[in-house]
């Protein structure tokens, strides 16, 4: 038995409660001083009303809507069953089970927090694992070890977070998120974010200066706003789009990618479509599949299946670009290999070599190669050997030198 009951429909004024305080469906508490405080269980039975806070060992409701009119404070756990619960204070406790919707106008302070439809905190939450069935909102800040949601996520400040794994949607106000990020639909930083990994379905959008290690994008990826984005690998499978410069190792894009800024690579740079670097493009290998085009191209090796455009031309080790590729811009390169039916501007390399029907303005080379059906509009220099078939086309006849002229800078 309970130390005090309060009946059904009945209005009480409680303040110290020396045990447990049993309330029936209706009721409504209002406490001497502000708050009541039950040394023992509060255990209520339908829709219950505390006018002020409640403090107690622990907290038990039944069905309908407890409703908190101050700070909650329970040393042990809050379970709510089949009900909502509201408090117009802060919330402080162990553990929080609410089956249905969770309203807390405060902070939220708990170890563990588990609600089965929704969750909102106007004020900051923190707590070592949070998991709520459809959606968790929070207006402040949110510091949680582990979030498993299964709908949706809006945290309006900094997050500092373990893991986030979330089946529909996610946005946050910045922060760091120490682990993995796991988000079946969108994912959304409306201020820098510094995380480890990044694994969206759908849609994921950063802000600038956002630092990550591995991200895995199903469609689109997108960094809005003035700044950097620093990171290991990225994998996306539709578009990339980068408002500043990119940092990083590797990229691998099924469809566009677009950066405004500068993008530097220590590894492997894939596109299966299209690449626009209003900058510096930097990178130990480069794959295009469409076209690339950029202010200036610094790489080891690169093979371009379609077209490239630069203002001051690709430099690297091996260029190759493929059968009826358009370059736009110098290729400077030790080998140059030109793919059949493709049209260039300039060639300057140590061994260079096209293809059957081949265009080119200029050829400087050590070591040259034409195949036949090719027409070379203009200069032709080289310092050690020129082979061409009998119908390749010059416009000026080759000139054999024993040093080439600087190439462009």
């Known amino acids: 038995m309970p130390d005090v009951s309060v009946a059904r429909r009945s209005k009480t004024t409680l303040g110290n409660v020396d045990g447990d305080l049993e309330i029936e469906s209706d009721a409504i508490i209002t406490p001497e001083s502000g708050v009541v405080t039950v040394d023992g269980e509060v255990r209520t039975d339908g829709n219950v009303v505390f006018e002020g806070g409640l403090k107690s060992r622990r907290l038990r409701a039944n069905g309908g809507d407890l409703d908190i009119r101050g700070q909650l404070t329970v040393e042990d756990g809050v379970s709510v069953s089949d009900g909502n619960l509201h408090v117009a204070g802060s919330l402080l406790a162990h553990d929080v089970d609410v089956d249905r919707h969770l309203e807390v106008l405060g902070d939220v302070t708990a170890t563990n927090l588990e609600v089965g439809s929704r969750a909102a905190v106007h004020g900051n939450l923190k707590a070592e694992s949070v998991e709520v069935g459809g959606s968790l909102e929070v207006q402040g800040t949110a510091t949680v070890e582990d979030v498993d949601v299964g709908g949706s996520v809006r945290v309006a400040k900094e997050v500092e977070c373990g893991s ?35 694994d969206v379905g759908g849609a994921a959008q950063l802000k600038g200066d956002s630092k990550g290690k591995r991200i895995d994008v199903g469609g689109v990826f997108s960094v809005k706003g003035p700044g950097s984005l620093k990171f290991e690998d990225i994998e996306v499978g539709g578009t990339i789009e980068i408002d500043g410069d990119a940092q990083g190792e590797d990229v691998d894009v099924g469809g566009v990618f677009r950066v ?9 740079l894939e596109v ?20 690339l085009e950029a202010e200036e191209v610094k790489v080891g090796e690169i093979e371009v ?30 080998e140059i290999r030109i793919g059949e039916r493709a049209e260039v501007e300039a060639l300057y390399g140590k061994t260079i070599h096209m293809e059957e029907r081949c265009r080119a303005e200029t050829v400087h080379g050590v070591d040259i190669k034409i195949e036949s059906g090719s027409r070379i509009r203009g200069e032709v220099l080289y310092s050690a050997s020129l082979e061409a078939d009998e119908d390749v086309t010059f416009a000026v006849e080759p000139k054999k030198v024993d040093s080439l002229p600087p190439n462009p800078t």
């Open 305 to 334: 299946g379609g077209s490239i455009v630069t203002k001051k031309g690709v430099r690297g080790d091996l260029i190759s670009i493929g059968d009826r590729g358009r370059v736009r811009g110098p290729l400077i390169g030790n």
């Open 260 to 268: 405004r800024g500068n993008l530097a690579l220590t590894g492997r």
């Open 272 to 291: 299966g479509g299209k690449c626009e670097i209003n900058g510096i493009l930097t990178a130990n290998k480069i794959e295009i599949g469409g076209w």
């Open 164 to 198: 986030i794994d979330v089946g529909g949607s996610v946005v946050v106000g910045g922060g760091r998120i120490s682990d993995e990020i796991d988000v079946g639909g969108s994912f959304e930083s409306t201020a820098p974010l510094e995380f480890n990994e990044l």
